[in-house]
C-alpha cells in the first residue's frame, strides 16, 4: 500500500522557524513535491526533492532522504501570510501521478 | 496564460441530479489531472490523462463517475446520479510532463449534494 504521513496542525509565531515533517511509505519513488493552500484556494507548487539533501528556496527549504522515506519542509522568518495548509506529495514512478497526504495546517500568529 | 481555468466555481444539486464539470487545462500541457479534495480523505487522485487519453482511473469511486478528455483543451467530469457522499472540491490539474514543476491547479469546483 501507500501512506503519506504529515501532522495535522502546527502553530508558531511571526519571525520563528517551523519545520513540518512529511513520512512515505510508497511502491517506488520518483520525486517528493511540497505545496501550499490557503484556506478556500487552489494549492500552489512551493518544492521538489528527488535525491537526498536540502532544496533552499528563499525562506523555505525542503529536505530529503529517501533511505527513510522522510522530508520535512522549513519555513523561516514566518509571517502571518504563511498561515495555509502545507500539503507533501509523492510520485512513485516515473509518469504516474502525484499521491497527497492529507495536509498540515499552519497558523501563524503575531 | 490564464492558467487551469475550471467552472462552475460553484454548484449546488439535488441528490440524484447529473452533474457536469468543466476543466481547460494550460495550452501545451500534456498532462491533466482530477482530484477530489474533502476534509476527511485529503485530496484524492480520481483519474489522469496523457495527451488525451485516460491512464488512470482507479481512483474513480464508482461507476457514477466518468470523465473524458475529446481534445487537448478540454476534460469533464461526469457525476451521474449524485450523491451528498459526493459533496466536495473537485480540483483540475495539469502539466508539462511529470518533470520538477509539479502540477497547476484550477481554483476548483465546490459541488454540494443536498
Known amino acids: 500500500g501507500q501512506n503519506i504521513d504529515q501532522p495535522t496542525e502546527m502553530t508558531a509565531t511571526e519571525g520563528a522557524i517551523v519545520q513540518i515533517n512529511c513520512t512515505y511509505q510508497t511502491s517506488g519513488f520518483n520525486g517528493l513535491f511540497w505545496y501550499q493552500q490557503h484556506a478556500g484556494e487552489a494549492p500552489t507548487f512551493l518544492s521538489y526533492n528527488v535525491l537526498d539533501g536540502l532544496e533552499e528556496k528563499g525562506r523555505f527549504s525542503s529536505f530529503l532522504s529517501r533511505s527513510k522515506g522522510y522530508s520535512y519542509l522549513l519555513l523561516k522568518e514566518l509571517q502571518m501570510k504563511d498561515s495555509a495548509s502545507y500539503l507533501c506529495?509523492?510520485?512513485?514512478?516515473?509518469?504516474?501521478?502525484?499521491?497527497f497526504g492529507k495536509g498540515t495546517t499552519l497558523s501563524v500568529s503575531s | 496564460d490564464a492558467g487551469v481555468i475550471q467552472s462552475p466555481r460553484h454548484e449546488v444539486t439535488e441528490m440524484g441530479q447529473e452533474v457536469t464539470l468543466r476543466c481547460k487545462p494550460i495550452s501545451g500541457h500534456d498532462y491533466l489531472f482530477w482530484y477530489r479534495q474533502t476534509m476527511m480523505r485529503g485530496l484524492e487522485l480520481l483519474i489522469y490523462?496523457?495527451?488525451?487519453?485516460?491512464?488512470?482511473d482507479s481512483g474513480m469511486p464508482e461507476d457514477r463517475f466518468s470523465a473524458k478528455m475529446p481534445n487537448a483543451s478540454f476534460s469533464t467530469l461526469k457525476i451521474q446520479p449524485s450523491e451528498p457522499r459526493d459533496s466536495a472540491v473537485y480540483f483540475c490539474?495539469?502539466?508539462?510532463?511529470?518533470?520538477?514543476?509539479?502540477?497547476?491547479f484550477g481554483s476548483g469546483t465546490r459541488l454540494t449534494v443536498v
Open positions: 490539474a495539469s502539466s508539462m510532463g511529470q518533470g520538477r514543476y509539479g502540477y497547476t
Open positions: 490523462f496523457n495527451n488525451n487519453v485516460p491512464i488512470d
Open positions: 506529495a509523492v510520485r512513485n514512478q516515473a509518469g504516474t501521478a502525484l499521491i
